[in-house]
């Protein structure tokens, strides 16, 4: 599991930084990538990537502002010519009005697309689970911006297990069937009379992942919610230390309220993103200073940068 992120940057594009959008690879998963936000030139993107457009299943959409959503039209139709690649339906998640924005685009462009999108729009009534598949759950949760925008918590179902394949082989266990029966829970009699119980050679489940991407918002509640106990907490830090009222009179939150938010919320890891442009690398080194002081583990992403979780 990874994320991999195309846009770090605010407003609008800059030398160093393309808008916003990150894609969570699950390929050893379920062998698909969920994209999270589409800003404009994310297909430019990634071409600099060894990403898949085919592979990219589920979009899930923060708000509707621009530096968000206008990637969208573009990448959809791209995606459609992978003529030599199985063509894939594509699930959108986000704020009501996502449809129309798609939908109008494709019908006055023209644009013709091989496969389906189901989408998947709510409002503040309508948050909470909103996907839950046999490995994933994913959650959202409106967050304090100058539109409606939420904030997106994907949590891994917990795993099983691991079998001790070796040591059941130094007991007599012929691999085969009866590999998959210890594996799932049942004991076995082998053909000398003795019992092998399964518990004995299995490890107990593992947690899940949890990661929580967050769109556009001031310091509140339900960032702090969205991301207790997260592997990887995705915060924007729009601003920097001592720009606390500018942060609040534009919807945005400061490299200190991040770290204050992943403080709360015990996560592991923070990452910052959709950062000003008017912030040079010396800059960013700053950011990460400042913000260590409240929260150690936490670091400025930039474009392109790939981080396992």
Request: charged share 25%.
């Amino acid at each position: 599991m990874e994320l991999q992120f195309l846009g770090t940057g605010a407003g609008q594009p800059a030398k160093a930084r393309n808008v916003s959008s990150l894609v969570l690879k699950l390929l050893n998963e379920i062998d698909e990538v969920w994209m999270f936000d589409c800003g404009e030139g994310t297909q430019r993107q990634i071409l600099e990537t060894n990403i898949k457009p085919r592979k990219i299943r589920k979009i899930f959409i923060t708000h509707l502002h621009g530096d968000h959503v206008l990637g969208l039209p573009g990448f959809l139709a791209s995606r459609s010519f992978q003529a030599s690649e199985e063509q894939t339906d594509l699930d959108i998640y986000g704020p009501v009005g996502i449809r129309s924005l798609v939908l109008s685009s494709i019908k006055a462009t023209g644009t013709r697309l091989p496969y389906r999108i189901h989408f998947h729009e709510f409002d503040g009534k309508s948050l909470g689970q909103i996907l839950e598949t046999d490995k994933f759950t994913v959650y959202a949760e409106k967050l304090d911006h100058t539109i409606f925008c939420v904030g997106y918590r994907v949590v891994q179902k917990d795993l099983e297990g691991s079998l001790d394949a070796d040591g059941l082989k130094a007991v007599g266990v012929p691999f085969g069937p009866l590999f998959g029966r210890i594996k799932s829970g049942q004991d076995i009699v082998l053909e000398d009379g003795r019992t092998i119980t399964a518990k004995d050679y299995v490890s107990p489940p593992r947690k899940g992942k949890v990661v929580t991407i967050l769109g556009d918002t001031r310091k509140c509640h339900a960032s702090v919610r969205l991301g207790l106990g997260a592997d990887i907490l995705v915060h924007e830090a729009t601003y920097g230390k001592g720009d606390e009222r500018l942060a609040r009179n534009h919807g945005h939150s400061t490299n200190m309220q991040a770290a204050h938010i992943a403080k709360e919320a015990s996560a592991k890891r923070l990452l910052m993103n959709h950062i000003s442009a008017r912030f040079l690398a010396r800059d960013v080194r700053q950011l990460e200073a400042d913000a260590r002081t409240i929260f150690e583990n936490c670091k400025v992403v930039w474009d392109l940068e790939e981080v396992e979780i």
